[in-house]
């Protein structure tokens, strides 16, 4: 019954969006766009768009399951990979809010000491370097015996301390708060860290995001079979780089369902939308802390980058904000252009995080989409 739920209203917001926006004057330049790459090989793809001008679209083209030749929809529920990483920050930010937890405190203050012992010189990083990764904490997926291990057994879900082992008693790559490197394994440390402030992050995320901004289509680690949910895009990865994508949806499951804090969270295009609308609007933090959390470290080349959670983009003398995500079986882009009060969201269920042919092609895809959007 509750599936049956799930399905049914997932559908009904679909309907209803092109409904109440059916003359957006960009949509057929962007169905046509869609289109072009998705009858190129790029299974599927689904798109979700706010602005204070023209108000909601949404669109989709190719299939959630090459399969059954089930098209792609915009009821259908994308994994959000890293832009996950944007919902763990507002968390440890509202827990920040509630005096529980300080940016500038070490994270051995709050990460339990069976965790913080993995960590080099935890004493010396802070909630702040894992939030904007400048801790120096080293990339769990840079380990190869890590690497050789998830290959090796691509069904097999592992856990915290597999992860963890990665970088235990391994150095820190720079000083703690020197510079910047971004590392997944920040962000699964500050899950561990909210798990211990309020005894599950996951249900924290839930209270505090999902259900004060009515996402209704948002899901993360809420039952255990969120991922077998039958709105769920099919995965695939051209693993051969052949143009010829294989279906891989039970391995990107059992590696999406590994990990936390960093990636995990699946909804709907839409709802990925009023999830940053709501958060610049200030509906999930005060003023002052959504100001802590664009506060931009810089790259290498002093070009701002990073703040609490979010990436800082610049293009065509524009800024923006958001994240993106690349996964086995999966990618996406959320991010907002203040000079256009634009809110965009894509997601595709092509493999992005490897280089390849058809990653190539999604990138493509996602630069005139923002163009058109942005620029035209």
Known sequence: ?????????????????HAQFPAYKKSDTLHA?????TVSGVPGVAVAIYSEKDGW????????????????????????QS????????????????GKIQLDSPITK????????????AGRITVRMLLNHTSGIAEYSDDPVFVAFLLEHPLQRFDISEILKTIKDKELLFTPGSRHAYSNTNYELLALMADSLTGNHAD??????????????????????????????NSYWDVLNTGKPANISAMQKVNVSSFIGDDGIVCTTTDAV??????????LLSASTLAEME???????????????LVHYAAGGMTGYGHSGAGIGAGCMLIYVPEKKTYIFMATNIGTLFPGLLPEKVNQMKDEILATVLFQ
């Not at 766009?33 to 790459?37: C, H, R, V």
């Open 83 to 98: 832009v996950s990483k944007t919902y763990m920050a507002v968390a440890i930010l509202k827990l920040y809010e509630q």
């Open 1 to 17: 019954m509750k599936t049956l739920f799930i399905v049914i209203s997932c559908m009904m917001l679909d309907s209803s969006l």
């Open 57 to 80: 679209w949404a669109g989709a083209e190719g299939y959630a399951r090459i399969e059954d030749k089930t098209p792609m929809a915009n009821h259908h529920l994308q994994y959000l």
């Open 274 to 283: 009023k999830f940053l609308k709501g958060l610049v609007e200030g509906k």
């Open 204 to 233: 924290f995320i839930s209270k505090t995001i999902f259900q004060p901004l009515d996402l209704k289509h948002s899901f993360y680690r809420n039952d255990p079979a969120y991922l077998n949910y039958p709105q769920l895009v």
């Open 110 to 121: 709050y990460l339990p000491e069976k965790y913080a012992g993995s960590v080099k010189h």
């Open 33 to 37: 766009i869609m289109k072009k790459y």
């Open 295 to 309: 506060t931009w470290v810089n790259d290498g080349e002093g070009n701002p980058i990073y703040g609490l959670g």
